[in-house]
């Protein structure tokens, strides 16, 4: 089982209403950048999947989507909280920029968590 949702007809809604933070990527397959953040995308899934949605979204396929969020340009990860969007990182950044981003969202989450279990 893939923890990475490709959009399809559909699917949006599942991002829009997640209890889960989701970082979305914004692609496309003739994208030279796309293609080489793929695997750092794919292992931030891994590492993060407990605490963070991933989903993947063919700008080719939904331009309208791609066009609702501002993206211009390939690849656009944008991080949905609580449906807004809380993130947007544009072009290619490390497994290091993007997991430093992302923790901070995980630790975001849990504090209501550790406050309440007073």
């Known amino acids: 089982m893939s ?6 007809n ?6 829009e209403s997640s209890t889960k933070p989701v970082l979305v990527d914004f692609w496309a397959e003739w ?3 796309c293609r080489m953040l793929a695997p750092t995308f794919e292992k931030l899934a ?9 989903a993947k979204v063919n700008v080719d396929e939904f331009p309208d989507l791609a066009g ?11 991080l949905i ?4 969007v809380a993130e947007t990182v ?3 950044e490390s497994y290091h920029e993007l997991s430093e981003m992302l923790a901070r969202y995980v630790q975001q989450r849990a504090r209501p968590e ?4 007073r």
Not at 3 to 8: A, G, V
Not at 68 to 78: D, N, Q
């Open 114 to 117: 550790v406050a309440g279990a």
């Open 31 to 33: 994208c030279g950048p």
């Open 10 to 15: 559909g699917d949006w809604q599942q991002v």
């Open 81 to 84: 909280r609580q449906g807004k």
């Open 46 to 54: 891994q590492n993060f999947g407990n605490d963070i949605s991933f």
């Open 3 to 8: 923890l990475i949702l490709h959009i399809q």
């Open 68 to 78: 609702r969020y501002g993206v211009r340009s390939i690849p656009t990860l944008i």
């Open 90 to 92: 544009v072009g290619l």
